[in-house]
């Protein structure tokens, strides 16, 4: 059995902390839809938590060169910027739960999220959570991001903390991804993916809300 001590705790956001993943595919599709181009569930699924590097050639991969990438991103930010100022988002079920428990047994907590820097505080300060953290790590802050280790060997490094030492919490296949080539405990909750055999060999755990993970800290911590 691994005995690792845990003294670290690293956060995915969207799908993950905030109920936002759900947005991000209504407004892409919408976005690419106002550019015609009919993009599914699936293809927007594809490209959760992935750099830019990454998600323009899979998306021109799929649509073709002439696909507008820049343009439809842009129009998907705006769609869901202006929804989440008339209506807000939900929070993850059991999110203070958990970090209510982190913060009582002295493990550091981090994010190591693809959003960009000033929305990912501008979000984490909506629902009051950025003062649990101890250092928040975007896509923007690092030269590789999802599936990509960085963010993740990033965020260990400014926890002072090896990423072995590190619990990483995440929702999606790129994600899960990331946090295990940097060699961190990763925790899956489950949120638009479920697990699977693709999943299968990255995650230590799988539980069903964010409270329900306290149980990996029994012992470890």
């Known amino acids: 059995m691994d005995n690792t001590i845990i003294k670290g705790a690293i956060f995915d956001m969207d799908g993950l ?15 690419a839809a106002e550019y015609g181009y009919e993009m599914t569930v699936e293809h927007v699924l594809g490209i959760r938590s992935l750099s830019r590097k990454y998600s323009v050639p899979k998306l021109k991969g799929i649509f073709g060169d002439e696909f507008p990438f820049d343009e439809v991103r842009s129009l998907r930010i705006r769609l869901m910027n202006d929804f989440i100022d008339k209506n807000g988002f939900d929070v993850k079920r059991g999110l203070f739960e958990l970090l209510d428990y982190l913060k009582a047994h002295g ?3 981090a994010v190591a999220t693809a959003t960009s820097r000033d929305r990912a505080e501008m979000y984490l300060n909506k629902i009051h959570a950025l003062e649990y953290f101890d250092t928040v790590i975007c896509g923007d802050m690092v030269k590789n991001g999802k599936p990509e280790p960085d963010i993740y060997l990033t965020a260990a490094h400014e926890l002072d903390l090896p990423p072995q030492e590190c619990a990483a919490f995440e929702d999606s296949p790129n994600g899960l991804k990331s946090a295990f080539a940097a060699g961190c405990k ?8 479920q697990p699977d055999s693709e999943t299968e060999p990255y995650t230590h755990a799988v539980y069903e809300s964010l409270d329900k993970a306290a149980d990996f800290f029994e012992g470890r911590s």
């Open 17 to 31: 902390m905030l109920d936002t993943e759900k947005l991000l595919v209504r407004f892409w599709r919408q976005a």
């Open 107 to 109: 493990i550091k907590i």
């Open 186 to 193: 990763v925790i899956m909750i489950p949120d638009l993916s």
